[in-house]
């Protein structure tokens, strides 16, 4: 039973990224795989690395593309975006490796008015119309772009985050995780 059921999410993760309707930021998309990720970034000659490696590199370098960089659940570069700081996360799948979330960080908000209003008459140009989601402790934003699509920006202090989420494979991506999780606790049912 947990062969087929591992089959039906591996299947699932396969197929479902070329169904769905994808997010997209900039020149990336979610559902992308892991290795069209380092072909796009090789041929925009950006500084991609895993998460948590930190690096000075101003574009491309297939050093940072090791074993773990294709084991990581994160990758990011550091850009500029309106003439400010920003990072730019991709979040993936497990096995097999699918974007299923594009962070965009932007650092150094000076007037954090004026950011949120453009970005929000931005985003609304391009998505349509937003709601206010309530939050303590930074403004939320989010566009619902079809049952499979959402964005949310956030804005707090002096940064922001703009979230790019494919709902269809992360909701596969928590099911699996889910999964996983209650096989490890029932392998060691009988030490309890």
């Known amino acids: 039973m947990r062969k087929v059921v ?3 999410f591996i299947i699932t993760m396969v197929v479902v990224p070329a169904i769905a309707l994808a997010v997209s930021f900039d020149c990336w998309e979610t559902g992308m795989s892991i290795n069209e990720v ?18 000075l590199r101003k574009g491309f370098d297939p050093k940072l593309i090791d074993d773990k960089f294709f084991k990581a659940s994160a990758v990011y570069y550091r850009t500029t975006l309106s003439g400010r700081n920003a990072a730019v996360y991709l979040r993936f799948t497990d096995d ?3 974007i299923r979330e594009i962070v965009v960080r932007v650092y150094k908000i000076t007037d954090r ?6 970005m929000l008459g931005i985003l609304s140009q391009r998505y349509g119309a937003y709601r206010e989601l309530k939050d303590l402790f930074e403004k939320t934003y989010e566009w619902l772009l079809d049952p499979y699509s959402r964005i949310l920006l956030r804005v707090g202090g002096g940064e922001a985050s703009i979230i790019y989420s494919d709902l269809k494979i992360n909701k596969d991506f928590e099911d699996q995780r889910r999964q996983k999780e209650k ?3 029932r392998k060691d049912a009988g030490k309890y």
């Open 38 to 55: 380092v072909r796009v970034a090789q041929e925009h000659d950006l500084p991609i690395a895993r998460d948590g490696v930190i690096h």
């Open 183 to 185: 096989e490890s606790i």
């Open 6 to 8: 591992g089959l039906f």
């Open 113 to 118: 008015k004026i950011f949120t209003d453009e």
């Open 96 to 98: 097999p490796k699918f």
